[in-house]
Nanobody, 125 residues
Framework: VQLQASGGGLVQAGGSLRLSCATS????????VGWFRHPPGKEREFVAG????????FYADSVKGRFTMSRDNAKTTLYLQMNSLKPEDTAVYFC???????????????????WGQGTLVTVSS
């Protein structure tokens, strides 16, 4: 699975951005998919993920209620709608896909074997 992320940019605090992640060659069917971010000076962290059955979506506590992850019906594009952005949301954002069949692995970046290139989101105060 090849992934291509886009949509990052500079936004003021309180603003919104929508990130996209497109796959080429095959669909996301059967894959657990996720968004992760790498804030400056910190470890890569889980943001949101959709379980392989496509029916369950999970969020990090820090973004719950502000971010929404979705997948298009053709299962070729992921989205991360980010509202009420805060300066602490500043990071390089990555989309990823995993073949894991263990739900507890969904938040673990080591479980993901396919990664898109990052897209930078900068939130100014």
């Amino acid at each position: 699975v090849q992934l291509q992320a886009s949509g990052g940019g500079l936004v003021q605090a309180g603003g919104s951005l929508r990130l996209s992640c497109a796959t080429s060659g095959r669909t996301f069917s059967g894959y657990t998919v996720g968004w992760f971010r790498h804030p400056p000076g910190k470890e890569r962290e889980f943001v949101a993920g959709i379980w392989r059955n496509g029916e369950s979506t999970f969020y990090a506590d820090s973004v719950k209620g502000r971010f929404t992850m979705s997948r298009d019906n053709a299962k070729t594009t992921l989205y991360l709608q980010m509202n009420s952005l805060k300066p602490e949301d500043t990071a390089v954002y990555f989309c990823a896909a995993s073949r894991t069949t263990i739900l507890s692995n969904l938040r673990n970046p080591s479980s993901y074997g396919y990664w898109g290139q990052g897209t930078l989101v900068t939130v100014s105060s």
